[in-house]
Nanobody
Framework: QVQLVESGGGQVQAGGSLRLACAAS????????MGWFRQAPGKKREFVAA????????YYADSVKGRFTISRDNAKDTVYLEMNSLKPEDTAIYYC??????????????????WGQGTQVIVSS
């Protein structure tokens, strides 16, 4: 059983930065594709970013490309999401997720079988 715990959320003004972290336990982290998703009030959960098991391959939603960076430290069983130039529309609960089955990055949330509890990000204008 894999457990994922996010941290680093908070409230910032537009243009600011936050760094989210997701610590994993209970499995072999370095084998998993890791992703970040978010859900804003009244909206469906959406893909934000994902990284292959090694971190060599990363993928981003168009809405965050150039502003967000996903990275992972397999020695620490942790995946990060560096968020810069934040906008009010980035306000959401951010979830990290692990895909323990696929060997390739899949951006659909259905592929991810373990999820964290989420961390709130609020960007004020």
């Amino acid at each position: 059983q894999v457990q994922l715990v996010e941290s680093g959320g908070g409230q910032v003004q537009a243009g600011g930065s936050l760094r989210l972290a997701c610590a994993a336990s209970g499995g072999t982290f370095s084998n998993y594709v890791m992703g970040w998703f978010r859900q804003a009030p009244g909206k469906k959960r959406e893909f934000v970013a994902a990284a292959s098991w090694s971190g060599a391959h990363t993928y981003y939603a168009d809405s965050v490309k150039g502003r967000f960076t996903i990275s992972r430290d397999n020695a620490k069983d942790t995946v990060y999401l560096e968020m810069n130039s934040l906008k009010p529309e980035d306000t959401a609960i951010y979830y990290c997720a692990a895909d323990t089955v696929s060997n390739v990055v899949v951006i659909g949330d259905i592929a991810y079988d373990y999820w964290g509890q989420g961390t709130q990000v609020i960007v004020s204008s």
